[in-house]
């Protein structure tokens, strides 16, 4: 049998050697990098959670607020513009949702009227509820906007 | 083959590993086990808050078209003390401003009429607590919410859920503002309770 050159023999040292410090290394961090990602993907995931609760809590006080206008004396209504309004919590307590810095009255929420249009007596506003608020954590704002005109 | 090309790693290497490996380890696993409890939390807040929130635009929605003259509420003691009932239970006029628990009313049909006959039969909202729990502020069956029930619409012989998992139920009746309260009790890790509530508002449009 022809034995095979020096050069064509597998190589006992390379094939057996361990990974060294540097190599190990490497792999540590690599590892680290990669539980590192899915950890701030599963926070970005959570906050978009609490982002997404505070966008509901908006939305209901905008639309509970719009509720409670329509109740209020048609004559009074356009008194009521640029007046301000507490978004509740999530078990119903004042402040569920904190104001911008600097917000003159410390409420989120804002009301605003504005004549739509007036025919021969009769007349039709834009009714609009913001929120703006400073949230857990990039804050956001919500409106909701609809006409109103009295009830006859 | 020579003795240093088999070498495995030196006790020194295995060491200057482990120093790195270790606190780096211990910072991820708390970090892990420190996220995982709050997204578990943040998650059953929210799914929570959305139910509620669900339920109670659900219910707006059935009470919306509500007749206001035909809102009843049950009776309870003091209604009957102060002669506003003959017997606790009965369907009696709501208070303007009182919250109950359990309401009555009949809505408009939808068809186009001139006729106040045109109302449904009587619908009533009734809060249910389930079977396995009890008025105790505990959680009795053990799945993490206190003192739930379901929200249960009555029509015509028919009882349907419309909102399920939930703690308590108010209606409240001021002038033609109706408001709906939905509330929910969770148990937290340490044993204590949190409770959401979600609150619905609705003008009634109808006489």
Redesign the interface.
């Known amino acids: 049998m022809r034995e095979l050159p020096v050069e064509a023999r597998p190589d ?2 390379t094939s ?3 990974a060294s ?1 540097v190599e ?2 490497v792999m ?1 961090v690599s590892v ?1 990098v990669l ?2 990602g899915a ?1 701030s993907g ?2 970005s ?2 906050a978009q ?2 982002v ?2 505070e966008q ?1 809590l908006a939305m ?1 006080a905008c ?2 607020t719009l ?2 206008l ?2 209020v004396d048609f004559e009074t209504l356009p008194s009521l513009h640029n007046t301000g309004f507490d978004v ?1 919590g ?3 307590q004042p402040k569920g949702l904190p104001p911008l810095e600097g917000d003159s009255d410390g409420l989120p929420g804002r009301i605003a009227v504005q004549l739509n249009r007036s025919v021969s007596g009769a007349v039709l506003y834009t009714v609009r509820t913001t929120v703006t608020w400073r949230g857990a954590t990039r804050g956001g704002e919500f409106s909701m906007e609809c006409l109103m005109g009295e ?1 006859r | 083959m020579s003795k240093s090309t088999q070498q495995g790693f030196t006790l020194l290497e295995v060491m200057i590993t482990i120093a790195l490996v270790l606190p780096s380890m211990a910072v991820i696993f708390m970090c892990t086990e420190r996220t995982s409890r709050n997204i578990v939390a943040d998650d059953n807040v929210a799914k929570i808050m959305e139910t509620l929130q669900r339920s109670a635009v659900r219910i707006g929605q059935i009470a919306r078209p509500g007749s206001l003259s035909s809102f009843r509420v049950k009776a309870n003691e003091d209604d009957v003390l102060n002669a506003m009932a003959n017997q606790v239970g009965e369907w009696m006029e709501p208070i303007d401003g009182q919250t109950r628990s359990t309401m009555q009313f009949r809505s408009a049909t939808g068809r186009l009429s001139m006729n106040a006959q045109g109302l449904t039969s009587p619908r009533s909202f009734v809060f249910v607590m389930d079977t396995e729990e009890e008025d105790n502020d505990e959680d009795d069956d053990g799945d993490g919410l206190v003192d739930e029930g379901k929200v249960m619409l009555e029509y015509d012989g028919n009882q349907v859920v419309m909102a399920s998992n939930v703690e308590g139920c108010e209606f409240n009746i001021t002038g033609r503002t109706l408001r709906i309260v939905l509330s929910a009790g969770l148990i937290r890790r340490g044993g204590s309770i949190q409770r959401f509530s979600s609150e619905e508002t609705l003008y009634l449009r109808n006489n």
Do not use: C, Y
Request: proline share 6%.
């Open positions: 006992p040292r057996e050697r361990g410090l190990l290394t540590l680290v539980l590192a950890l599963a926070v995931h959570s959670r609490r997404h609760g509901i209901a639309r509970n509720e409670q329509r109740g509740p999530t078990n119903g009830r």
